[in-house]
């Protein structure tokens, strides 16, 4: 059974400009969380979907925006990228509401804001 | 609130050497989850164990063990003869009965020298 795939794998940009990460949950899982790990800290949740819609979000400014598509796949967008959005972008995905939902985690996107 | 401590930020231990990683939490809730993770150098945490708020026996799996006690809040676990693999970042995490957010605790970052 295939894992929680993100793509790309690393990515670099520049001040101002936008960047979209894609996060494919494992087979079954309609759950999807997006957590941000800067350098040498802990995991800064972000956004949670679930069928489609947003179920939660972390303590992040506007231009931290995602969705969840039918198939359950989910993007996350950045807008007005800064300095301090460089880390890595951890995609999770679980069962929907129920007992032992675990998080699977994906690889992460290492983005670099330069 | 939910709230997860690991006061550890960093342990350093020569192989062969148990090691306790400590994980403290807070909830109101009288129906919860705990989790631990661990996160190597690749990046992607990976699941370890989950126990039930109402079960309190303790579980061995190989060199891992872990210590659930309600009394003190605590979810402590315990690597008995660690190895050079175990190099990396532990996460306690706690999640609400019914609710899919996990609060994640700021990691231990685990040092094993051969």
């Known amino acids: 059974e295939a894992g929680v795939t993100q793509s790309p794998t690393h990515l670099i940009k520049t001040r101002g400009q936008q960047v979209t990460l894609r996060c494919s949950p494992i087979?079954?899982?309609?759950?999807v969380y997006w957590y941000q790990q800067a350098l040498g800290l802990g995991l800064q949740f972000l956004l949670w979907?679930?069928?489609?819609?947003?179920?939660n979000r972390g303590n992040f400014p506007p231009r931290f925006s995602g969705r969840q598509f039918p198939n359950y796949s989910s993007e996350l967008n950045v807008n007005a990228l800064e300095l301090e959005d460089s880390a890595l972008y951890l995609c999770?995905?679980?069962?929907?509401?129920?007992?032992?939902?675990?998080?699977?985690f994906g690889p992460g996107t290492r983005l670099t804001v330069l | 609130a939910q709230k997860v401590t690991q006061a550890q930020t960093e342990i350093s231990v020569v192989e062969k050497e148990d090691v306790t990683l400590d994980c403290v939490y807070e909830?109101?809730?009288?129906?919860?989850?705990l989790f631990w993770y661990k996160q190597p150098p690749s990046g992607e945490l990976v699941f370890l164990i989950r126990?039930?708020?109402?079960?309190?026996q303790n579980e061995i799996s190989g060199r891992y063990s872990w210590n659930f006690q309600k009394s003190t809040s605590s979810f402590n676990f315990t690597i008995t003869a660690s190895q050079v693999v175990d190099s990396a970042v532990y996460f306690c995490?706690?999640?609400?009965?019914?609710?899919?957010?996990?609060?994640f605790g700021s990691g231990t970052k685990l040092n094993v020298k051969p």
């Open positions: 995490a706690l999640r609400r009965y019914n609710f899919n957010k996990f609060y």
């Open positions: 909830t109101r809730d009288t129906t919860y989850y």
């Open positions: 126990r039930n708020s109402f079960d309190e």
């Open positions: 087979s079954g899982h309609t759950s």
């Open positions: 999770a995905s679980s069962y929907r509401q129920g007992r032992y939902n675990e998080q699977f």
């Open positions: 979907y679930d069928e489609g819609e947003e179920r």
